[in-house]
């Protein structure tokens, strides 16, 4: 599924309703470009999980941990880890875990990915503001969130 955005709202807006068809233990990998818009879905899904924070990049801190909402949100920029030490970090309990995770970088710890999990490629497009933002989904579970996001569920 391919979406073109002309604005940052209509990134978030998306991003809410995919919120809303998210389940504890999934696992979101968002890949684009600095500036091609990883960070405002991630503010659109926090939204839409119901956290009311502040939601910043976590380039230096590795994982920010966004406990209120409906589920929690974990956001990874897992950029520094690209000589390893993914498994030291317990990625996969956040993977496991009650919450949602965010994985940004997610190409320096694939082994450590569950089998399932939905991948979201930001590209800037030839417009100014214009993005290009698909999905493709690994495994059932995503795909049924796909087809929910396509039916306006």
């Not at 696992?27 to 910043?56: C, H, Q, R, W």
């Not at 990874?76 to 956040?94: I, P, S």
């Not at 710890?109 to 930001?122: A, C, H, M, R, T």
Request: glycine fraction near 12%; aromatic fraction near 10%; charge should be negative.
């Amino acid at each position: 599924m391919d979406i073109k955005f002309t604005n940052s709202t209509q990134t978030m807006d998306l991003a809410k309703q995919l919120a809303s068809n998210l389940n504890a233990g999934d696992v979101l990998v968002l890949n684009g470009d600095l500036g091609a818009g990883k960070t405002t879905f991630t503010k659109g899904l926090a939204e839409g999980l119901g956290i009311t924070a502040t939601i910043k990049s976590p380039t230096f801190t590795i994982i920010r941990e966004y406990q209120e909402g409906r589920l929690p949100l974990y956001h990874m920029d897992v950029y520094r880890l690209e000589n390893g030490g993914g498994e030291e970090l317990g990625l996969d309990e956040y993977f496991a875990g009650d919450g949602v995770s965010v994985v940004e970088w997610a190409q320096f710890v694939e082994d450590e990915l569950p089998d399932e999990y939905l991948s979201i490629n930001f590209k800037r497009t030839n417009l100014e503001n214009e993005r290009q933002v698909s999905f493709v989904p690994h495994g059932a579970h995503f795909k049924q969130v796909i087809e929910g996001l396509i039916n306006g569920n």
